[in-house]
């Protein structure tokens, strides 16, 4: 049971808003951060020397998709709480709600990946397209509307010049469609998350809160899983994924979700703590639901770790070429100590932890686990990215990309990029924190008109 048996005369009647001068203070110095760092960011983005903004392309990408999956698990917690009309997570949701209307603010950051100058080091394919066009006279606008209208001309551009993969791959991997996707992503699921949580915020100030909001957000729920799964899936293939275009992978989609599922609820959890560490959420939240959501960060430990050993285990015992490159650059060097380490930081340490319900009843002890988490992914997402930066570089130089000459003898990694991959991390993540204390400071902490919130309040499982 929770602390003590809630009654209605213990909700406010206007609920919780969060009034703290310490996270105003914090809010203000992330968006300041945010906006230095940015331009510095912008500077070696788009206009400093080629072999810079070359290593810090990658340093964006990494940090870009790091903060990218946290507002994703957030959009895809609400999701989950409305479809299956979750009593117990009511006490939670808007923190919930709060996480995922980050997701719209990280297409700023997305930006970038959008900017020709940025693509021609992330992304091969993009270049061998515009090399093609170029030599085979198919035209810039043929070359972009390549694939969407079954060019001709662009095909016999790629095949001319060998690119059998890239021919087969035209009717997805093609700029314009790139660019459909790109802006569907954000403006889909961005809406889907604006009009949950203005369905949320509405119950709030209705002067006759019914059910009526409740079932709306329920029903738009349903289908709207469907953005979501869109979403998760094919911003990967593009944005990770297309990295490396020759290779592939059926469960990457399935990846991608469990490590965003796993730490946006390790950003809820310990959100929630520290909300009642200053002295909120303390009526209607207690040990039962830290319990619930701790089993849920187990399940989703447990599901990460099955899903990233079953996409090893088949890609390596199927044993064929295009495949098996993605992990013999990760098990190359000191890349194999990362991945080890990966195996047993993300997955053996918190499973055995988080075994323990003594503990996950225990809302400090719960969200050192939770800081812990999102250390390993942060590695995760460094392994993901990092490494393909020597390698699509060193490819470059030898491909005679423009600006690309200096990176011909890189063989391991790029000297000194790892600083540039600290800035990108710190100039993001302090936007997403940003964006996140100011939609967290600007409705109640937790739908207090909620008919449910009493069943929530005192849960028991």
């Known amino acids: 049971m929770a602390h003590h048996f809630v009654t209605s005369a213990d909700i406010p009647v206007d609920g919780e808003r969060l009034v703290n001068t310490k996270v105003e203070s914090a809010k203000r110095v992330a968006g300041g951060a945010a906006a230095l760092l940015g331009l510095v960011s912008a500077y070696l983005l788009f206009l400093a020397p080629d072999a810079i903004t070359a290593q810090f392309a990658y340093s964006w990408l990494f940090a870009f998709f790091l903060f990218f999956t946290l507002a994703l698990g957030g959009c895809f917690w609400t999701l989950l709480h409305n479809v299956s009309n979750s009593g117990w997570g009511t006490s939670v949701r808007r923190v919930m709600e709060n996480l995922g209307s980050v997701f719209p603010f990280m297409a700023i950051f997305a930006i970038p990946l959008a900017c020709p100058m940025v693509q021609k080091w992330l992304y091969e394919w993009m270049n061998i397209h515009g090399a093609a066009a170029k030599a085979h006279d198919a035209g810039y606008f043929d070359g972009f509307l390549a694939g969407f209208y079954g060019s001709d001309s662009m095909k016999a551009a790629l095949e001319a010049d060998h690119q059998a993969l890239l021919v087969n791959k035209l009717w997805y991997m093609n700029k314009f469609a790139w660019y459909v996707r790109f802006v569907f992503y954000f403006v889909g699921l961005g809406l889907v998350i604006r009009a949950l949580r203005k369905f949320s915020v509405a119950q709030d100030t209705?002067?006759?809160?019914?059910?009526?909001?409740?079932?709306?957000?329920?029903?738009?729920?349903?289908?709207?899983?469907?953005?979501?799964?869109?979403?998760?899936?094919?911003?990967?293939?593009?944005?990770?994924?297309?990295?490396?275009?020759?290779?592939?992978?059926?469960?990457?989609?399935?990846?991608?979700?469990?490590?965003?599922?796993?730490?946006?609820?390790?950003?809820?959890?310990?959100?929630?703590?520290?909300?009642?560490?200053?002295?909120?959420?303390?009526?209607?939240?207690?040990?039962?639901?830290?319990?619930?959501?701790?089993?849920?960060?187990?399940?989703?430990?447990?599901?990460?770790?099955?899903?990233?050993?079953?996409?090893?285990?088949?890609?390596?015992?199927?044993?064929?070429?295009?495949?098996?490159?993605?992990?013999?650059?990760?098990?190359?060097?000191?890349?194999?100590?990362?991945?080890?380490?990966?195996?047993?930081?993300?997955?053996?340490?918190?499973?055995?932890?988080?075994?323990?319900?003594?503990?996950?009843?225990?809302?400090?002890?719960?969200?050192?686990?939770?800081?812990?988490?999102?250390?390993?992914?942060?590695?995760?997402?460094?392994?993901?990215?990092?490494?393909?930066?020597?390698?699509?570089?060193?490819?470059?130089?030898?491909?005679?990309?423009?600006?690309?000459?200096?990176?011909?003898?890189?063989?391991?990694?790029?000297?000194?990029?790892?600083?540039?991959?600290?800035?990108?991390?710190?100039?993001?993540?302090?936007?997403?924190?940003?964006?996140?204390?100011?939609?967290?400071?600007?409705?109640?902490?937790y739908p207090h008109r909620d008919p449910r919130i009493l069943e929530s309040a005192n849960v028991s499982n």
Not at 225 to 233: C, E, S
Not at 267 to 288: A, D, F, H, N, S
Not at 313 to 323: P, Q, S
Not at 415 to 420: M, Q, R, S
């Open 206 to 445: 209705d002067p006759n809160p019914t059910t009526k909001n409740l079932f709306k957000a329920r029903y738009h729920s349903t289908y709207t899983l469907i953005i979501f799964a869109i979403t998760i899936t094919f911003a990967g293939i593009d944005l990770l994924q297309g990295m490396k275009y020759d290779w592939f992978s059926t469960m990457w989609g399935v990846y991608l979700f469990a490590g965003a599922a796993l730490n946006s609820m390790a950003v809820i959890i310990i959100t929630c703590t520290l909300l009642q560490k200053g002295g909120y959420l303390k009526r209607v939240t207690g040990p039962e639901h830290y319990h619930i959501m701790g089993k849920l960060l187990l399940a989703f430990t447990i599901f990460w770790a099955y899903i990233a050993f079953s996409q090893f285990f088949l890609i390596w015992y199927a044993n064929i070429t295009e495949e098996t490159s993605w992990y013999l650059i990760r098990n190359t060097e000191g890349w194999n100590t990362a991945s080890i380490a990966l195996v047993f930081g993300h997955f053996v340490i918190p499973f055995v932890i988080l075994l323990q319900a003594w503990l996950k009843k225990n809302p400090k002890l719960l969200s050192i686990m939770c800081v812990y988490t999102l250390v390993m992914h942060v590695l995760d997402y460094y392994i993901i990215v990092i490494p393909e930066r020597s390698v699509s570089l060193w490819a470059m130089a030898n491909q005679h990309v423009p600006g690309a000459e200096s990176f011909a003898n890189v063989t391991t990694s790029v000297p000194g990029a790892f600083w540039y991959d600290i800035l990108a991390f710190l100039a993001v993540g302090s936007g997403f924190v940003f964006f996140y204390l100011r939609a967290l400071t600007q409705t109640a902490v």
